[in-house]
Every structure is written in structure tokens, then in C-alpha cells.
């Protein structure tokens, strides 16, 4: 089970973030699958590339 799974159950506010995420596409899974909160790390890209990926990231999200 993962974090998620027993978050509902926890006798304290839970919020499951994921950080410093070198996949792209793991992140757009994460968001895809209701993530709430998820930090993009593009620092192994070139800058074009980085910025790029961090947008289209970025725009799936709901947030600010």
C-alpha cells in the first residue's frame, strides 16, 4: 500500500507530496493520479529543455 492508500485512516491531516522528481513522466502520472502536491527537478537538462518540460508540467496543473 502506499502513502495515499493510508493517508484516509491517519489520526493526523496527512498531504502526500512528491519531491525532486527527475521524471517528467512520473510527475504527469502523479498529477494524473490526484497528487495534490509535486516538485519537478529539470536540473539535469539543458536550460531550452528544462523550462520547456517545466511549463508543459506546470500548465496540468490546478493550482497557482
Known sequence: ?????????ASV???VHLDH?????LV???LRD?????MFDGSTL???ENGATTAE???RTTGP
Open 1 to 9: 500500500r502506499d502513502a495515499r492508500s493510508l493517508a484516509p485512516s
Open 21 to 25: 522528481c527527475r521524471d517528467a513522466d
Open 46 to 48: 539543458g536550460g531550452t
Open 57 to 59: 508540467i506546470t500548465a
Open 34 to 38: 490526484g497528487f495534490p502536491s509535486v
Open 28 to 30: 504527469r502520472r502523479a
Open 13 to 15: 491531516p496527512v498531504l
